[in-house]
C-alpha cells in the first residue's frame, strides 16, 4: 500500500513541478507536457507502464493509456506536433471484457 501512495506523490510531485515551470497557451489545459518520447520513456522507466490502448481525438491529437502490471496507468494526450500531455494517472488498473452477446 505504501508503494501505491508513493507512486502517486511522485506523479503528483512531477505534475507541480511542471507546473511551476511554467506551459505554453496551446497546452495551459494540461498540466505535465512535453515532447512524446520523453513523456514515454518517463513511463516506462519510472513507472514500468506501457501502451495498453489509444484512440484519435478527431484530427489533432491522439488520447494514450499506458498501464503497469502493478495497476498503476496514465492517460496521454499528443497533439499533431508531438507534444504529450498527461491528463490523468491513478492506480488499482482493471480490464474488462464485455460478452459478445452483451451491449456495452
Known amino acids: 500500500m505504501a508503494r501505491k501512495s508513493l507512486l502517486v506523490g511522485l506523479k503528483t510531485l512531477i505534475l507541480a513541478g511542471a507546473l511551476a515551470v511554467g506551459t505554453n497557451a496551446a497546452s495551459a489545459q494540461y498540466q505535465y507536457c512535453v515532447e512524446h ?3 514515454v520513456a518517463h513511463l516506462s522507466e519510472q513507472f514500468q507502464e506501457r501502451q495498453f490502448a489509444f484512440g484519435l481525438i478527431g484530427q489533432m491529437a491522439i488520447m494514450e493509456v499506458y498501464v ?8 496521454i494526450v499528443t497533439d499533431v506536433a508531438g507534444r504529450s500531455c498527461i491528463v490523468a494517472a491513478g492506480e488499482h488498473w482493471e480490464n474488462v471484457v464485455i460478452p459478445t452477446d452483451q451491449d456495452a
Do not use: E, F, K, M
Request: hydrophobic share 35%; proline share 0%; charged share 25%.
Open 68 to 75: 503497469a502490471d502493478s495497476g498503476s496507468w496514465t492517460i
Open 37 to 39: 518520447r520523453d513523456l
